[in-house]
């Protein structure tokens, strides 16, 4: 045998296995019914919608009893849409039975019977879930499960409808562990505890309930050892309004690694931080001017801290044991620090600027023996300039400032000094921080006027009526305020008057209107004009007026209009004849003076 010719079976051999892969393998592999969704992932509250698919035609089964089953503490059905494959199954079944419940929890479930095998093909049905607010986060697993399926001559055709489970991972919201209280004002919400233990990182929010989160009370977090992230969630539509952390509200976080408090912070409570042993990072909001007694006490793994310059006052125990604690940063501001404040810290470097006398008193007094290093430059030697107003605008409004050093060195923003706008995401008041960085310490505050130029989104809220007036919903697309603008009334609208009394040469008619909205009667006894018998409109009544109206009453013309005729009824009996006519003769020798 040639190579030519070995090679070419080799060729078909090969083929013919690949083309019996093609058409065993995916039915050997694959299931009759599958379940499919358009994701993995789902959020408490979010949609899951689960497709149940017949992925080739089974026709075996005259009673068939099946179940999509799940677990009900995590998701909770909203709804079952029958899919093609039932409906063309049952329109081939003469005497089909037929039932759906998800009534049950953990379950829905379909019940089919009849003589002969139904047919199914395709979709089969359609179950959107919710993700439950009892859900922990997790995976769960929806089954498809056949109770019962028999062929017409009652033969157990179960183990023919193979299917295999949909895995899904869901997450319960951070929010609904936590403890909400609204505050006195009624406009806001305080977190007062958070109750689970299932995850490391943590979210706090900005809107709870549509209104804002503006405290964190006392021990609403403590002693969560789980818990190694915390981050504050702000965005322009929802901005964190977080003003004050609570006494012990995080004490006792032994694995919280670093936290970032929200520019908007103005009071830490006392112990806040307490025993937070693995915290290693910290930025202090520059809306705080003091730090409380033992806010920081025993935070072993914290090296470095920067004191905003708006602190005034650092009290007893602020950072007690903070055993590696070497390096802080300290304001010229601060004229008050408690002699135990920095009790059991690592031997000290207090970085500030020149002419900070109170730390170089402090360091003497309490016999600290730490190091002090005036090596900083201070930025505050000289002058912020900024618009005293600003328009909003999406992302916030964020006016230029210039800074001018009485020394005339120049320095340059996010080299030299950051700039924190506060607040800035709405009409009114707002603040500017301008901090030192790098070489330079000290900063500036400064106060600003936020105006928006409103670009209201209209929707309406209430229709308005023929005689009442309704109402927009106005809505800025800038900074969310919420207004409302009157809609006028509509007003009756007829295009038809209705005769009452019809108008002679000698007394006027009556007239009036009926809404084709509401059919009330409108414009009511409006007066009709006497009548002018001038046919012709040429201004004057003449015998060729008579002469028209004996042509129309003859049929000779009958172009005449509604109008014409009504002003040529001399004798208001709604009939253009002779009678008329005369009249008008009447008019013209004389004989009736108008």
């Not at 009849?114 to 993700?131: C, D, I, L, P, R």
């Not at 919201?173 to 990182?201: C, H, Q, V, W």
């Not at 004849?577 to 004989?591: K, P, Q, Y």
């Amino acid at each position: 045998m040639n190579k030519k010719i070995k090679n070419a079976l080799s060729f078909i051999m090969a083929m013919i296995m690949v083309f019996s892969m093609l058409t065993i393998a995916p039915y050997a592999a694959s299931d009759v019914v599958s379940l499919s969704t358009t994701a993995k992932n789902f959020k408490q509250g979010e949609k899951v919608v689960v497709t149940v698919k017949f992925n080739r035609n089974f026709e075996s089964a005259a009673a068939l009893d099946v179940s999509l089953k799940y677990d009900s503490t995590k998701l909770e059905v909203s709804s079952v849409t029958k899919g093609s494959a039932i409906n063309k199954a049952r329109d081939l079944q003469d005497d089909d039975v037929y039932s759906e419940t998800h009534s049950v929890k953990g379950e829905v479930r379909w019940v089919f019977a009849g003589t002969k095998n139904y047919q199914f093909s395709g979709v089969f049905a359609t179950v959107e879930f919710v993700v439950s607010g009892r859900a922990t986060s997790g995976t769960t697993a929806i089954n498809f499960v056949v109770n019962d399926a028999t062929s017409k001559d009652i033969v157990d055709v179960k183990s023919q409808l193979t299917s295999s489970p949909l895995e899904i991972k869901v997450e319960r919201s951070a929010e609904n562990d936590m403890r909400f209280k609204l505050n006195a004002d009624g406009k806001s919400y305080s977190i007062t505890g958070y109750g689970s233990g299932e995850r490391t990182s943590l979210e706090i929010p900005a809107v709870h309930l549509d209104l804002p989160v503006t405290k964190i009370a006392n021990g609403a977090f403590a002693n969560h050892e789980e818990l190694t992230e915390i981050k504050f969630s702000s965005s322009f539509e929802a901005p964190c309004l977080i003003d004050s952390i609570g006494g012990e509200a995080f004490s006792g976080c032994s694995s919280l690694k670093s936290i970032d408090i929200p520019d908007t912070v103005m009071s830490i409570g006392a112990s806040a931080f307490e025993d937070c042993t693995a915290l290693n990072s910290v930025e202090l909001s520059y809306s705080l001017t003091s730090i409380s007694e033992e806010a920081f006490k025993g935070c072993t793994a914290l090296s470095t801290i920067k004191i905003p310059f708006n602190v005034t006052e650092i009290k007893t125990d602020a950072f007690m044991g903070c055993s590696k604690l070497a390096t802080v940063y300290i304001s010229k501001n601060t004229k008050s620090i408690d002699e135990t404040a920095f009790v059991d810290c690592a031997p000290l470097t207090f970085y500030t600027v020149e002419g900070n006398t109170t730390i170089d008193a402090y360091n003497t007094e309490t016999k600290l023996g730490a190091t002090v290093s005036k090596t900083l430059k201070d930025l505050s030697l000289g002058k912020a300039t900024a618009a005293a107003s600003a328009v909003l605008v999406r992302g916030g409004a964020t006016p230029a400032v210039t800074i001018t050093l009485t020394n005339g060195e120049k320095v340059a923003v996010n080299k030299d000094y950051t700039i924190v706008y506060i607040n800035n995401y709405q009409e009114g008041n707002a603040k500017i921080v301008v901090a030192g960085k790098g070489a330079y310490y000290e900063g500036y505050n400064h106060v600003f006027t936020i105006v928006c130029e409103h670009h209201w989104n209209r929707s309406v809220e209430t229709l308005p009526t023929c005689t009442k007036t309704g109402l927009y919903h106005l809505q800025c697309d800038i900074c969310g305020k919420e207004s409302t603008e009157v809609i006028s009334a509509t007003g009756h609208v007829s295009n038809e008057w209705v005769i009452d009394k019809l108008p002679t040469i000698t007394s006027t008619g009556l007239k009036h209107k009926v809404c084709m909205v509401d059919h009330v009667i409108f414009d009511k006894n409006t007066i009709i004009d006497k009548v002018v018998p001038d046919a012709d409109r040429d201004g004057k009544v003449t015998s060729s007026d008579a002469l028209i109206v004996l042509q129309y009453t003859v049929g000779i013309d009958d172009v005449m209009t509604a109008d014409s005729i009504l002003q040529v009824d001399c004798n208001g009996d709604g009939k253009i004849n002779s009678v008329d006519a005369l009249t008008i003769l009447r008019i013209v020798v004389g004989d009736i003076v108008l």
